[in-house]
């Protein structure tokens, strides 16, 4: 009977072995898994980010040039700027020349007007 109940603790041992192992086992290859996964997950995000970075350093050249367009624009607004400024003196000096001719258009009317009574009258 020691040896049936030797026998009974030998397989009730290599079972209990056999399922801890089964279940180590198991837990290996669940952490496996998880392992690969997280490596899939880990190259797909490096794969996106690889593209932002592409992104980033296209929008960073357009940003230049940019700022390269903005530069050449502030040359023209101060050349317009320039071209308003004359504008304005001359519609000044055109506005004066205005008034001059009236004056001048004035006289020249109210002369005529004088000579022509005068030679009637003679």
Known sequence: MAENQRDELAESLNELFTNVSAMIKGELQGTGNLLELLEKMNIKVA??????????????????????????????????????????????????????VSLLESKVHSAYQVSPSNNHTC
């Open 47 to 100: 794969e996106e980010y690889n593209g932002f970075g592409d992104v980033a350093a296209g929008l960073r050249v357009f940003v230049e040039q940019l700022k390269a367009k903005n530069g050449n624009f502030d040359e023209y607004v101060q050349q317009i700027d320039s071209i308003i400024e004359q504008l304005t003196k001359f519609e000044a000096q055109v506005s004066m020349l205005d008034k001059y």
